[in-house]
């Protein structure tokens, strides 16, 4: 019996490739960060309108092959400025114990601020 095997193309999405980004610590989290877009962080206190500047600067893409990486950070700053304060979407918490009838439901939204990446 002669076996048959088909190859099929298959499409891989294409990754969107930014030349310019960088990599910010705050809140004890990292974020990617592109000139002109959106992110939304830990809790900072402020105004929408206040300016920020985030100094922990991990690493840094300047375009292609000019890549700088921190030993633990660089000298570089990232200008932001505060677009809102908002709550993030409700997380259910449900404490559950068997054959004792105890049973706890709890919700909580974190406090987030939307920040507009300005310059890196």
């Known amino acids: 019996m002669e076996q048959k ?3 099929q193309s298959v499409e891989v999405p294409s990754v969107p490739l930014f030349e ?3 990599i910010i610590q705050t809140g004890g989290k990292q974020y990617q960060v592109i000139e ?3 992110v939304a962080i830990e809790k900072v206190d402020g105004e929408p309108g206040t300016k920020l500047e985030f100094s922990e600067v991990l690493l840094c893409k300047m375009g292609p092959g000019e890549i700088e990486i921190g030993q633990p950070f660089l000298e570089r ?3 932001a400025s505060i677009v809102k304060q908002m709550r993030a ?3 259910i918490v449900f404490k559950f114990k068997r054959r004792k009838k105890s049973r706890v439901k709890k919700g909580h939204r974190q406090p987030v601020t939307v920040i507009r990446i300005e310059s890196i």
């Open 5 to 7: 095997t088909s190859t």
């Open 20 to 22: 310019r980004y960088a």
């Open 36 to 38: 002109g877009k959106t």
């Open 77 to 79: 700053k990232v200008k």
């Open 89 to 91: 979407p409700k997380v």
